[in-house]
């Protein structure tokens, strides 16, 4: 019977000239139908005051509805016993109170998912079946018959209290899901069934979304956990790879790209704090970054002849080495507990256009860890260590270079952002560090890549082209990056041809300039959320103090001293500032880790984003919602 | 190549139609021959990929075996092989340079319409430059003319002047008509006329003419740099390449290679800006050589964008000879070694390939053809002549 239901209400569908989308196991593209009306912030409140409120929104989302709920949120027409499900979303008919009021606003609707005790369990695929206004004054009899529904009264106010999901379609049994997300709904369905399990909404991170927990827990000697797991596995889906790059650009915003739009939704729950694991992000070697840099100056300060009026000692050098050592010890190995537990994650993070750029900053570090070795440890380095460090920038480069030569969508004309100088500082840096262990071929050629790649970066910054997605509108602390590059450049041609000649000043000085610019501007810094990937963000300030010490030896006066002296103040200061904010947030405020929203995006835009942004923001206005709501097609006709 | 040869002789045989029974069969003959010829005509100038190749494998061989100051481990290889291979070489090239060249005039007088298509097509106008960089190359790689005599000298200005003109018109061109140009049009095979600069420039240096040399130098690098720029720019809309020209990205490390070798020649020894091109050419050449997805859909079918392959790999060899020349080690010795077994090996699977599927090499149709009702057009010309 129901399916003839479902027969008659395509059929009606295609002659009102509604969107009638089914979506089987392998997912067909949903399109969002084009009408919509909304509900107004009444139905809403009443809507989230059923269902706890609109901070757990989300949860309410990715999770079955509590039972009591079911009573009255299970008004749409849930059917079960087809192979799928099917989920019917319809809204309200016209004739309903609710519109008269607001016909402006557009309607979102989604259904809600009943839980086992009303006897429905998906089992494989979910068919979902939208439906537009025009449809449910047509179905509106026929909806209510199903016998095995609570609900009978669907033309209630309240009614357009449909939870909507993030469809994951498309599942596979057994196959083993390395590197695949599997369906996260699915995951969240049994919970409620199995309280006393651990908690599963995070699997679809983990690495084979969760076998190898799973195994290393039967190692230790767990109890077994019942066959649902196998059933679990069996019913994920595993298609799902990471997002496309589109959606990176589509669901986020900001200048680092971390920030969901309002229109979106995660797949993890944002109102728990997710495993410590999860929330570590590549930025964290930032901090590496940033306090081995301040070891490398200090160093400089101490030998350099024309500084040594200020009478620096080594040991500040010694023991800033000692701690970046740590730091650099600690976060690797915290990082390769996430690879091992969390790879899908950090795929994930790969695949983020700004992310992967922080691919790079561990390989930096450790060349400066080597380049601030403090003269007491050792004098001499080996070259292998040289080979062995650039080893990885070497490959990475390969693969993100090519891609803006060659990939599709991850073209530099989209992609562009200041991040991106991080994956060109690091030719620079073995550069310097090679030709500062006496090599001579090799560092010439990461020389010569870097230049050439950061010219066609620097001017594709500079173009600011419209069909640039990443680009920060507003000044931010990444902007220092710019800095970076040229200041290393100019110390590493220096240190390859043997002294401060032409092309180091050149290249000095356009890093000065750039400098200048940006310290000038310093009031746009201001307002921002702190981040870990600040810390990245103070190396170039440290790079362009030790390049003008360097230019002091060279050139030594009062003013390119007293230069060196206030540069270097500058960046120790921005350094301890960045610390005592860190201890804060870590100690104090405990956010130092927020969730990582950015890598926890859906796969496809969620379907009804526009009342998911009503509901976040009840009072935001429909202004606001248009202005976030993501393009289609960022690119731009040119 | 052999079924050209067969088919020169025969054009004789089209004159006026007599008025005799057998008018039929002479029309028959005509329209064969009218067919055939229209056939000739469709090369367009992509085909000189294949002079290009051969010329640059010339003057590779010609570098390879030029006495050195030391032993290197490549040379006494090089010296066992007869002299006579070397030379078979080069008429092979200059062969088919000729004949090309020949079919290419033929093509300008009997389908001018295509010609100018093929001015204004953004792939096509960049071979243009390929016929003048083969005979450069050749001339450089000539075993019996030395850089210093007047023959030399005038081939020279012949060859380079076309250069000069084709620079004016298509570098005015991104200068004047603007974005729409060069952000729309920029595509990989634009280098070739950065390229047909830079041989020019060495080419000159070689004869002791280094302001000249200096200034097509110059003016090849100043346009790279706008060039490399705007191609990993990849703005978006810009004409893409069809998949079946991917083999045309190898032109990435053809045009710092051949930089590198210019500044060699320009500044007497291969110093710190010779190494930098030419270590960003091996770059780009490990990149794109990692990337085999990128050039799976052009290796399905034999066609001439495969002859694109060998050209950018014999510059690359030569740059490493150079190379190895300047740093006396081990590895550069090697890296010569296996770049130029490379290029040769990879020149000789494409003469392989052409002499074997030489009916996949032929052209089946002209792409430049304005509409295919003027193909009929073009058979009129040739009943009056």
Known sequence: MLVTILEELSHQMENKDLQVQLSTKQGF???????????????????????????????????????????TAGKGLEAAELHGQVNVIFGPPPSSPVEATDCHEPHAISVSMPASPSGLHIVQAKKVLFIDKAGPTAIDGQPNQPSDSDSINSRQPQQGKFHSQPISAGNSCGKPTEGKVSDPFESQLRIPRNDSQRDKRFDPFKTWSGKLERQ?????????????????????????????????????????????????????????????????????????????????????????????????????????WCISLALMATIFLIYFLKIIFFFEAVRREYHHPIRVNFFFAPWIACLFLVLGLPPSVTVNVHAAIWYVLMAPIFCLELKIYGQWMSGGQRRLSKVANPSNHLSIVGNFVGALLGASMGLKEGPIFFFAVGLAHYTVLFVTLYQRLPTNATLPKELHPVFFLFVAAPSVACMAWAKIHGDFDYGSRIAYFIAMFLYASLAVRINFFRGFRFSLAWWAYTFPMTGAA????????????????????????????????????????????????????????????????????????????????????????????? | MEEREQQLPITTNSSTPRQTPTTGLNIVATSKVLAWLSNLTRFHAGYFRISLSLCGQALLWKTLSEPTTDAHALRPVIHTLPSAAFFFLWSLALFSLVALCLLYAVRCLFRFESIKAELSHHVGMNYLFAPWISWLLLLESTPFLHPKTASYLV?????????????????????????????????????????????????????????????????????????????????????????????????????????????????????NASKMLFFLSLFLFASLVSRPALFRRSMRRFNVAWWAYSFPLTVLALAATEYAQEVKGFISDALMLVLSVLSALVTLALLVFTFLKTRDLLPHDDPFAPSSSMSTAFVMPTLQT
């Open chain 1, 29 to 71: 593209p949903e399109e969002l139908p084009s009408l919509l009306k909304c509900i107004t912030s009444q139905t809403i409140a009443g809507f989230d005051s059923v269902e706890c409120g609109g901070m757990n929104y989300q949860t309410q989302l990715v999770t079955i509805p509590n039972p009591q709920e079911d009573a």
């Open chain 1, 546 to 638: 030790v390049a003008t010490i360097k230019y002091s030896m060279e050139v030594t006066n009062v003013l390119t001293q007293s230069l060196s002296v206030g540069l270097s103040a500058i960046s120790t200061f921005t350094v301890t500032a960045l610390l005592v904010s860190t201890i804060i947030h870590a100690f104090i405020l405990h956010d130092l880790f927020p969730n990582d929203i950015s890598i926890a995006i859906t796969q496809k835009r969620p379907k009804f984003s526009k009342k998911l942004a009503h509901l976040r923001s009840a009072s935001s206005d429909m202004k606001d919602i248009e202005a976030s709501l993501p393009k289609n097609n960022p690119e731009l006709e040119l």
């Open chain 2, 155 to 271: 081939l020279w200005w012949v060859f380079s002047v076309p250069i000069f003109v084709l620079d004016v018109k298509i570098y005015g061109q991104w200068f004047t008509k603007g974005r729409k140009l060069l952000s729309m049009a920029a595509n990989p095979t634009s280098q070739i006329s950065v390229i047909g600069n830079l041989v020019g420039a060495r080419a000159a240096a070689r004869m002791g003419w280094r302001e000249s040399a200096l200034c097509m130098f110059s003016l090849g690098m100043a346009h790279y740099l706008v060039l490399f720029v705007t191609l990993y720019q990849r703005f978006v809309g810009s004409n893409s390449l069809p998949a079946m020209l991917r083999p045309v990205f190898f032109l990435f490390f053809a045009a710092p290679g051949m930089a590198s070798l210019a500044w060699d020649s320009i500044s007497g020894t291969f110093d």
């Open chain 1, 216 to 320: 290393l827990s039967n190692l230790r000697g767990k109890p077994q956990e019942p066959d649902l797991e196998a059933a679990n596995d069996c019913h994920s889906a595993e298609n799902e790879t990471v997002p496309a790059v589109d959606r990176y650009f589509d669901a986020l915003e900001g200048p680092e790209l971390d920030t969901l739009r309002a229109t979106e939704v995660s797949v993890l729950p944002e109102d728990k704090k997710w495993p410590f694991l999860l929330r570590f992000p590549i930025s964290s070697f930032g901090m590496c970054l940033g306090v081995s840099s301040q070891a490398i100056l200090w160093k400089t300060l101490a030998i350099s002849p024309s500084m040594s009026f200020l009478h620096v000692s080594l040991t500040v050098n010694l023991v800033l």
